[in-house]
């Protein structure tokens, strides 16, 4: 679909939520505050209702990343990197990676240009940016000079960061080696990447 197309999903209140079977559902939210709330609110409505029932599983999308991430360790097959970095490590291997091919040239922050080219990187997976020759600026050069020393520099350590972790759950879920839940109810998105998008598409056709 067109990454503007409106998204053909029902609307859910959490009282349908509530009554629908928490075991075969997944609930991703778009970050830690949101999961917090609705697993609160949850668990007050179904209070209210006298129930004694099970939450689903609410998660932010990210901590749903990385826990498939580790799933997929205990594929014999999977070619699963030794070491996940966080962002603060993460971070740290950008900022080496930028000193490193600066090394001839003087660069006032080296840690503040490795936060930037972290968020390039990222922004750039998610909406799979190409920059065409020609438009490509010394800044984008220089950029793309970094990206591919960074890069290295995860492998020679054995390594990802959660952009590359995310690239690798995305993959298994099309090719079907992620268990998938029967129902899967997204909360607080707004802005559909295609990356974004590959991901429900991979839901879908695992049912």
Known sequence: PMQDDPLS????????????????????????RLSRRLTLELAGLLRQERQVSELPRILPLSAWLAESANELAFE???????????????????TEAIRAEEAERVLLDAS????????????????????????????????????QRYRKALAAIDAEDANQGY?????????????????????????????????????????
């Open 9 to 32: 999903y029902p609307d859910l209140s959490l009282t349908a939520i509530g009554g629908m079977p928490a075991a075969d559902m997944l609930v991703l939210t778009v970050n830690n």
């Open 76 to 94: 014999s097959d999977e070619d699963v990197p030794a070491y996940r970095l966080d962002s603060f490590a993460t971070q740290l291997v950008w």
């Open 112 to 147: 503040q240009a490795a936060r930037l080219a972290m968020d390039a990187d990222l922004l750039m997976d998610e909406w799979t940016l190409q920059v065409p020759s020609g438009a490509d600026t010394d800044e984008y050069r220089g950029f793309a000079r970094w990206r």
């Open 167 to 207: 690239a690798r759950v995305l993959r298994a879920l099309e090719d079907g080696r992620l268990p998938v839940p029967r129902q899967l109810v997204l909360a607080g998105f707004t802005d559909m990447s295609p990356r974004f998008r590959r991901l429900l598409q991979a839901f879908e056709e695992q049912g």
